[in-house]
């Protein structure tokens, strides 16, 4: 009896260790396509653009959560005079959350 409940435990363990994987890489493609996203509303192109974007997913590592992103982003976007609201940035990172699961599952 006690080898189901092993076996079981174990594969809970493992699903939870690959969510938690495919997680971590959703969120980092997901502040990538963010960063993208911002540099264009902050005028960036090219490779500045591609740079804002990695500093994106560095930022995501400071603390859990999606608010260490968000704060950047609301923070450079007020720096520089671009008029997005939270509620249109939240639902952006829900979005290119989504999609990136999607795109990682695919792969996978």
């Known amino acids: ?42 005028g960036l192109s090219g490779k500045e653009a591609e740079e804002y974007a990695r500093s994106l997913v560095i930022t995501d590592l400071e ?6 992103v968000f ?5 450079d976007l007020d720096a520089r005079g671009v008029d997005v609201s939270d509620h249109r940035i939240r639902h952006k990172m829900q979005v290119l959350l989504e999609e990136a699961v999607e795109e990682i599952r695919k792969e996978g």
Request: aromatic share 12%.
């Open 71 to 75: 704060r950047k982003v609301r923070a």
């Open 63 to 68: 603390e859990p959560g999606d608010e260490d």
């Open 1 to 42: 009896m006690s080898d189901g409940f092993e076996e079981r435990k174990r594969a809970f363990e493992e699903k939870f260790a690959h969510d938690q994987d495919l997680l971590f890489k959703a969120r980092a493609r997901r502040n990538y396509k963010l960063g993208l996203w911002v540099a264009e509303l902050l």
